[in-house]
Each structure stands twice: as structure tokens, then as C-alpha cells.
């Protein structure tokens, strides 16, 4: 079945470095691939999406990029801030699939001072 | 502020009772989901509700059932808990319901004793 793999399931890096985060997906009729970010005891928000007719997007220190024939996408985050700590989840949509969004298990994202 | 709203924010009862949760979603999405988010883990999938009608079944039991209304608000009712019904229950809302963005609401905290 449709199924979308996450990793790390925690991450720790250094206030100032990167952080990428790895999804792969098994369905490669998915087009849309969403990241939501869930801080402690609040809502998924969504921070960044992107299409699988696009390669790569970016919004401002946040990057996704999608690699359809290996059927991955990793969103990156740069210059890594405090307020960066949370859990991040990547998701797939899969058409066939009862229209639902498959979600990845989750990132913590751990950022040290 | 997502513009999705639920009610109540925390719920505690006892094992084997039956509780309801609502949820309204942004003004102008027809599409309604639920998710049942147990602690430290990721978000599982039960049940989309789209103008109307069930869109898709996700790992949702039987002992809980949904609707959504004509005003589109929608109802998770949850019936014969038990302790590890505890979780963070959270509605999410959508345009259409087919590969786009899903607003979640602030949630709903349920402690099953």
C-alpha cells in the first residue's frame, strides 16, 4: 500500500547549521508533498508544499526539494534558530488512494544553543 | 489563527463513556478530517467528511463514528473509552479535499481515567 517513510525520526544540530529532513514516498503518481511544522502542544501548520512539477522551492530559509525518480523529497532548513525546535512532518498525496494525505512518523527537531 | 475552531479544548472522563467533539471548519471549505495525535507520536488518520459525505476512512474503530452537518460543522463521537483513547484529537480543514493545504484546528486534549 501507499506508504511514505520519514528520517530522522530526531535530529540535533548546532544554532547556525543545517537541518535536513528525508522523506521517501512509494506511490509515484503522488503530485503534492506538503511539510507541516508542529511545536510543542500546538497545531500541524503547514510551512512549505510543493508540486511534482516542480523541482525545488524556497521560502526564505526553508527549501524543498523533490527527486521524483528516486521518489524522495527533503526539506531543508538554514542558518537553524531556537524557534526551529519542533516536529516536522512530511506528507504525500496519493491519488489513488482514497484521496488521502499519507504522513510521514514525524522529525524532532532539536536545535542546540 | 487557522480560522478552524473546536470544541471543547480539554475533555477528561472516565473509561466506557462517550464523548463528542465538534469541529467548524475555515469559511468556505467544504472538506472536514480527523486525526488522533496519542502522545509523542505522529498523526494518525481517521476519517475525511467532504460536503457532506465520507471521502475517506483512514484507521478509525468502531467504536467511533463522525458526521458532518449541512453547515458543514462536523462531530467525532467517541463511545466505550478507554484509557488509551487519550490523545490529542485534531480536525483539519480543506478547500476541496484533494491534494491541497489542511488548516488544522487547535485540538481537542482528551484524558480517559
Known amino acids: 500500500g501507499e506508504n511514505v517513510e520519514q528520517h530522522p525520526s530526531t535530529l540535533s544540530v548546532q544554532e547556525g547549521d543545517s537541518a535536513v529532513i528525508k522523506c521517501t514516498y512509494s506511490?509515484?503518481?503522488?503530485?503534492?508533498f506538503p511539510w507541516y511544522k508542529q511545536e510543542l502542544g500546538k497545531r500541524p501548520q503547514l510551512i512549505i508544499d510543493?508540486?511534482?512539477n516542480v523541482g525545488e522551492k524556497k521560502d526564505q530559509r526553508i527549501a524543498v526539494t523533490l527527486n521524483k525518480t528516486a521518489k524522495h523529497f527533503s526539506l531543508h532548513i538554514t542558518e537553524t534558530q531556537p524557534e526551529d525546535s519542533a516536529v516536522y512532518f512530511c506528507?504525500?498525496?496519493?491519488?489513488?488512494?482514497?484521496?488521502?494525505?499519507?504522513w510521514g512518523a514525524g522529525t524532532k527537531l532539536i536545535i542546540k544553543p | 489563527d487557522s480560522g478552524v475552531t473546536q470544541t471543547p479544548k480539554h475533555l477528561i472522563t472516565a473509561t466506557g463513556q462517550r464523548v463528542t467533539l465538534r469541529c467548524s471548519p475555515r469559511?468556505?471549505?467544504?472538506?472536514v478530517y480527523w486525526y488522533q495525535q496519542s502522545l509523542d507520536q505522529g498523526l494518525q488518520f481517521l476519517i475525511q467528511?467532504?460536503?457532506?459525505?465520507?471521502?475517506a476512512k483512514g484507521n478509525i474503530l468502531e467504536r467511533f463514528s463522525a458526521q458532518q452537518f449541512p453547515d458543514l460543522h462536523s462531530e467525532l463521537n467517541l463511545s466505550s473509552l478507554e484509557l488509551g483513547d487519550s490523545a490529542l484529537y485534531f480536525c483539519?480543514?480543506?478547500?476541496?479535499?484533494?491534494?491541497?493545504?489542511?488548516?488544522f484546528g487547535p485540538g481537542t486534549r482528551l484524558l480517559v481515567l
Open positions: 483539519a480543514s480543506s478547500v476541496q479535499g484533494a491534494g491541497e493545504t489542511q488548516y
Open positions: 469559511s468556505g471549505d467544504l472538506s
Open positions: 467528511y467532504y460536503n457532506g459525505e465520507e471521502r
Open positions: 506511490d509515484s503518481a503522488s503530485n503534492y
Open positions: 510543493i508540486r511534482s
Open positions: 506528507a504525500a498525496y496519493f491519488w489513488g488512494s482514497n484521496y488521502q494525505l499519507i
